[in-house]
């Protein structure tokens, strides 16, 4: 059987759909942007309570009005909480970070599906992971991935397939030998992220 094999070049919106991939396999996801809302709820309640003046207090005329003029500036904090936050994270999403975070990640890269494991190799070299060490072979309405632990892996996006052919031999022959292998890495555990549970629905 001729190993099947296929060549990719990604791209950073690759590299967003396999980190919210992987975080939503790890249970992350969720947790830290609900974590990051909580703090903000938390954070304009406790910003409200201290500016606001309850009604049955004497309060002289002037620090009323120096109460109702000072409101705007208790939100002045969160709004440079939200500015700094989304800052950092478009940094953190520029091609040049990935770049520095994973040197050679946008490279020409060839995948091949061997007797012996999963080969990559590019100008930087060649790896071979053997059958056993693969955690799962997971599919998406736009990519496979195969992961190595809970957030690290490989992406192949299916545009990067000359044809429906060749993809489907590929995704063939990584189900032969992982059935051989690594029974586990097939398991079902849900199909990619929401967002593509409602595409498929759709």
């Known amino acids: 059987m001729d190993p099947a094999s296929v060549t990719v070049q990604l791209n ?3 590299l967003k759909r396999f980190s919210r991939f992987a975080a939503n396999n790890a249970g992350t996801w969720l947790s830290l942007r609900t974590m990051v809302v909580l703090a903000l709820v938390a954070f304009g309640v406790g910003f409200s309570r201290s500016f606001r003046v309850h009604p049955q207090e004497s309060v002289p005329h002037e620090h009323v009005a120096s109460a109702g003029t000072s409101v705007p500036w208790g939100v002045a904090p969160i709004a440079l909480f939200l500015v700094i936050f989304w800052f950092l994270l478009w940094r953190a999403k520029r091609p040049s970070a990935y770049e520095a975070r994973s040197p050679g990640v946008f490279k020409l890269t060839t995948y091949e599906v061997t007797e012996h494991g999963f080969v990559s190799r590019n100008e930087r070299g060649e790896s071979v992971h053997y059958w056993h060490a ?7 309405n736009e990519d496979f991935y195969v992961m190595l632990a809970k957030q690290n892996g490989h992406i192949l996006p299916k545009r990067c397939f000359p044809t429906l052919e060749a993809m489907a031999i590929f995704k063939n022959q990584m189900h032969l030998y992982l059935e051989k ?3 586990g890495a097939l398991a079902e555990k849900g ?3 929401k967002s593509e549970a ?3 629905r759709e």
Request: overall charge neutral; aromatic content about 6%; proline content about 11%.
């Open 181 to 183: 292998h690594a029974p």
């Open 191 to 193: 199909r990619g992220t």
């Open 134 to 140: 693969i955690l799962r072979f997971a599919e998406t």
């Open 198 to 200: 409602r595409e498929s």
């Open 12 to 14: 950073p919106l690759d």
